[in-house]
């Protein structure tokens, strides 16, 4: 089958299509017949070697954690879905020189997808969705609350801000003034990044801000203490400097796993009330391209790898 890896850490060039044989479903696991698979920046901070100290892996290495697509092989022990089922999820990390951005792939938490839901669009919930609630149920947020969403119009952000609405939560988000529009058809409250920050959410706050979630790591801690009047209230999955401040740093391995979201995402998509945007598509070949513009940031919603 094709697939994409890289043999070291750099550029987006070090991505390369090659053929390898295709995974097979373990116990607990499914293999899908990739349709789609999304663009995360931990996939490109795995690339590039900036999670090595942490999360070293073995060459070559596959590239992609979140696929959606139709279930071929259902591993032993695995209950409640058939070859033939429409599915997204997340590969395992580390376990396999094949990841979600080839024909083929293994999968280890899965979620049924909505009929009406396009798998481009599927390809981006998985780790979003997962990021975004175990943010939330860490912090915790409560219904009524007024949540702070960093980053908003991201993957993870819009995951979070539709998840707080859904509980009844006063959500405001900071985006590219260009997002605003979006993040305001969807409920929330939308404000612009840089100096000022502050001030801005007062204005916008007349309760004040109980909650912060960071979701993409742009510096603003000192910011988010200062609005919800204590580190406690404040949670980032992006910043590596969040001890410094006494911030909380929830990452996509441990007992905080959230991988209820996905089933969450998908209920809510069908009552109207949950949509990631698919940004653009790239072809397999083109994957490089992908990573490129993921690095760049400011994107409403996700980049996407079609596998047909």
Known sequence: MKAVQFTEYGEPEVLKVVEVEAPHAGPGQIRVAVRAAGVNAFDWKIRRGALAAVMPISFPAGVGLDASGV???VGDGVKGVAVGDEVFGSVPIGTSSTGAAAQYAVLAEWAKKPESLSFEEAAGYPMSTEAARRALNVLPLESG???????????????AVQFALASEATVIGTASEGHHEYLRSLGAIPTTYGPGLVDRVWELASRGVDVALDAVGSGVLPELIELTGSAGKVITVADNRAAEYGV???GGIGPDRAAEARAEAADLFEQGKFRLP??????LDNISAAHAKSEQGHVLGKFIVTVY
């Open 145 to 159: 609350q007024t949540l702070l969403v960093n980053g908003a119009a991201g993957g993870v952000g819009l995951a």
């Open 71 to 73: 279930v071929d092989e």
């Open 278 to 283: 698919v940004a653009e598509t790239f072809s």
């Open 248 to 250: 909380r740093l929830t």
